[in-house]
């Protein structure tokens, strides 16, 4: 409660300090009429040429790093407004739990993208905000961006942005962001309060730029947190039986379903990143420029079961302890993991007076650098050090583990293409203290052709290589993973926001890290090959529009790398105007299909997904409609989910092994934009 009332009275403060704010400096230097600069002090620009106004403009890091000169402008459309969910943010391209909360995994595995060493719990990382891709506006048109959901079973969120100006060269950001999910027996929750995962993320950035254009920095604080009890998922072997059917599941309530955990078991997690980011221009603004990047991060997380519910609880750890991991290894012909096997537990196995254990990972980044762009032509070189400490806690005491330092050099070039066509950028990087560990990743983005190729080699996150608790445990050195990645995709603009593109994309992973049937980390000695194929579409034909995605996915490897074979998306919609754009409507149909598949299981003591051979999951058609309204800022949405399930309750699809998909269910919400 008290981190919440902090959060309203900093929204609140920072609002009436941007009301208090000069208007004679704020104009200051203003020319009606004038459209957005492209060189001079970015923060100084006018807004009188738009109507609305009807949005303003930002930059990320990346953009200050590449000396972009030209600003984006903000969003304020409302395309898939209501897929409001962190999933349906992302295309529905992950494995869920099946709601609003979910830890998420990518159905594809995909290139890490540096080489800094990770702890490995990724499962929440796009409910934080990415520092990187940060917007950071210019705030000459103040702005305020809300945004509140009622979801379906109270699934909901609610958040929002402020940004303002101090002076004509500073600005200041704010974000607020909480989703929250009840718990959930089977389809249905069990109490209209907010009492199980809430994920709350709150941060500060700021920007700021010399008059003469020579100094430029940003910086940020960000914190998340993620807490709530956990419930292992539909206690599956005791609810199936000869007279249950795993599809009978689907037709009882709460109750006649049972989780294996009812109380007592709880997770948390803390995150927090301070990042500076600053840059000097040592020959005109953009010729030579030196730059500095410090990034402090620090990341626990901790799961413990109370001492009075272990009795219980334990149907689920007894599945997967030492002992039994233990047992089912000296299994001969590998008969501990065939499809159904149920391994003979240890009964009696002790986890401890206080079932309790904790991770946490610190790191601390320097990085400096020169750089320069000669009108289309952008090059940077730098090193960058890091610190880096994992540290386990148990009950009683922590596991000593070794500091560690990385140095990586690298760099990174760009050429834009004449006519506002594109642009082609490369980036190396490699970690000279560790040896062999490396990045290479070259992208073409143009009007006709995307394109890109990544060669890399990556240190195996520390999760993978120790672990100890009470739960279970392992220790053992992993080696670096390595991935090639080779994608092409021809694209054809279609009138003014429409395109149509086909895709193909090969992969090869070199000694994969995979999580096993009983949730242990086991390095693949073998090459992993597969490759994606698939089209994405958006159409407008009068008030018609269509937005689509289909992917098929060629992979051998499902014993270790399950993939869906077909994964697809589509979506038909009525758009239309009134009043000069005053006023819209956008409704229609939303649809999700995924290809049965031997989809991961969860497990939330070590918070991975993992392989299980047991039960098939999605192979499941969802259809949705959607009604989404705008008056000037203003817009509101409503969704009905899964209709198919409304005419036939008893249909369903598992979202994970042990966790229903959401069903049938009613949600709306609002998003309003304030621009002073």
């Known amino acids: 409660m008290k981190k919440v009332v902090f959060i309203l009275l900093s929204l609140l403060s920072i609002s009436q300090f941007s009301y208090a704010q000069n208007e004679e400096e704020k104009d200051e230097d203003a020319v009606e009429g004038q459209e957005p600069n492209k060189e001079g002090v970015t923060l100084e620009q006018d807004s009188s040429w738009l109507k ?27 395309t898939h407004l209501h897929r409001y969910d962190i999933n349906g943010q992302n295309g529905y391209r992950n494995q869920t739990l099946g709601n609003n909360a979910s830890p998420l995994k990518s159905y594809w595995v995909q290139p890490v993208g540096h080489l800094r ?87 500060l950035n700021t920007r700021y730029e010399s008059k003469n254009n020579k100094y430029k920095l940003l910086a940020s604080f960000y914190q998340y947190f993620h807490e709530g009890p956990e419930s292992g998922g539909l206690a599956i072997p005791s609810l199936v039986n000869d007279d249950t059917s795993l599809e009978d599941l689907f037709k009882f309530g709460r109750g006649q379903l049972t989780n294996y955990f009812s109380d007592g078991v709880s997770s948390f997690k803390w995150y927090y990143n301070t990042q500076l980011y600053h ?35 334990r149907l689920y750890y007894d599945k997967f302890n030492d002992h039994t ?64 400490r994992y540290q386990q806690r148990n009950a009683d005491d922590y596991t000593p583990i070794p500091l560690d330092h990385q140095l990586f050099v690298g760099g990174d070039v760009e050429f834009q293409l004449p006519k506002n066509w594109g642009f082609v950028d490369g980036h190396g990087e490699v970690d000279v203290l560790k040896g062999n560990i490396y990045n290479i990743n070259a992208k073409l983005q ?28 392992w220790s053992e050195e992993k080696k670096p993973i390595g991935m090639q990645q080779f994608m092409v995709a021809p694209q054809l603009p279609l009138g003014e926001k429409g395109n149509i593109s086909v895709f193909g994309e090969i992969n090869n992973i070199n000694d994969y890290i995979y999580y096993d049937k009983y949730a242990r980390p086991v390095q693949h000695n073998e090459n992993i090959a597969y490759s994606r194929y698939g089209s994405r579409f958006k159409v407008k034909l009068g008030h018609i529009q269509q937005i689509a995605e289909v992917v098929y996915t060629q992979n051998n490897n499902q014993d270790v790398m ?102 049938f269910g009613v949600s709306y919400g609002v998003r309003w934009l304030m621009f002073e």
């Not at 049965?596 to 969860?602: I, K, P, Q």
């Open 52 to 78: 609305g106004p009807q949005t303003t403009w930002y930059l990320t890091k990346p953009d200050v790093y590449k000396i972009h000169f030209e600003e984006h402008m903000m969003d304020s459309s409302y």
């Open 117 to 203: 060493q990770t702890m490995g719990i990724t499962g929440y990382d796009l409910y934080a905000q990415n520092l990187d891709t940060w917007e950071y506006y210019n705030a000459y048109i103040p702005v305020t961006d809300f945004n509140g959901v009622v979801g379906q079973d109270n699934r909901g969120k609610i958040g929002g942005k402020i940004a303002r100006n101090i002076d004509p060269y500073w600005a200041v950001g704010l974000l607020f962001q909480r989703y929250s999910e009840p718990y959930i027996l089977g389809r249905d929750k069990i109490s209209n309060s907010y009492n199980a995962q809430q994920h709350t993320g709150f941060g």
């Open 279 to 313: 840059q000097y221009a040592l020959v005109d603004s953009a010729k030579l420029q030196v730059f500095h990047e410090l990034n402090r991060n620090h990341y626990r997380y901790q799961y413990s079961n109370s001492t009075e519910t272990i009795s219980t609880n």
């Open 325 to 388: 991991y233990q047992q089912v290894n000296n299994l001969p012909n590998g008969e501990g993991y065939a499809p159904g096997y149920q391994p003979t537990v240890d009964t009696n196995y002790d986890y401890g007076s206080y079932p309790y254990v904790s991770v946490q990972q610190e790191y601390l980044d320097n990085k400096l650098g020169i750089k320069s762009r000669l009108g289309p032509t952008f090059w940077s070189g730098y090193v960058q050090h890091r610190f880096y």
């Open 446 to 473: 143009s009007r006709f052709l995307n394109a890109s190729f990544t060669l890399e080699n990556t240190l195996a996150p520390m999760f993978t290589q120790q672990f100890s608790s009470v739960f279970m445990s």
């Open 562 to 663: 399950p993939t869906p074979d077909i994964f697809a998306t589509y979506e038909i919609s009525y758009v239309r105007e009134f009043r000069d754009g005053m006023i819209s409507v956008y409704s229609g149909f939303d649809t999700k299909y995924v290809s049965s598949f031997y989809g991961y299981a969860f497990n939330p003591v070590t918070q991975q997904y993992h392989l299980q051979n047991d039960y098939e999951t999605e192979g499941y058609f969802t259809l949705d409609f959607f009604l989404n309204f705008k008056m000037r800022r203003c817009m509101a949405f409503v969704r009905v989910s899964d209709i198919l399930n409304a005419v036939n309750t008893t249909s369903g699809y598992w979202a994970s092994a042990g966790y229903m998909g959401p069903g």
